[in-house]
């Protein structure tokens, strides 16, 4: 469910923003920069949601240890894997949410795209 939603949201943003793509080409930029640009969003997105996530999910993590401390024997360690694991995921998830619609963008002319109502 989690990655059906960033995969909605992310390609949603892009394809509401097709007039500011079209309107970044009519002013000279190349087909590579525009590509470039949007790859770089998708990256940051990934970046900004492994980040908030890893800190949440790491407090939530200790939390429930010191909840659980007095019924369970075990000491506490810092879920490196499991960090790994959730930033590549988080990562792979919005590249490929925003790979998806920029290919779209690219088939879109830029006098249709600039015309068009979104």
């Known amino acids: 469910i989690a990655f059906l939603n960033i995969v909605n949201t992310v390609s949603t943003n892009l394809i509401l923003r097709t007039k500011e793509f079209a309107t970044l080409k009519a002013i000279g930029m190349t087909q ?60 792979i998830t919005t590249i490929v949410a925003t790979i998806g619609p920029m290919y779209r963008l690219n088939k879109v002319s830029i006098v249709d795209a600039l015309r068009s109502e979104n």
């Open 32 to 91: 590579k920069e525009v590509r470039k640009m949007i790859i770089l969003e998708g990256v940051f997105y990934g970046l900004f949601a492994a980040v908030i996530g890893v800190i949440l999910g790491t407090t939530l993590n200790y939390g429930i240890q010191v909840l659980f401390a007095s019924a369970l024997d075990t000491d506490w360690v810092f879920p490196w894997y499991s960090i790994g694991i959730a930033f590549a995921g988080s990562m």
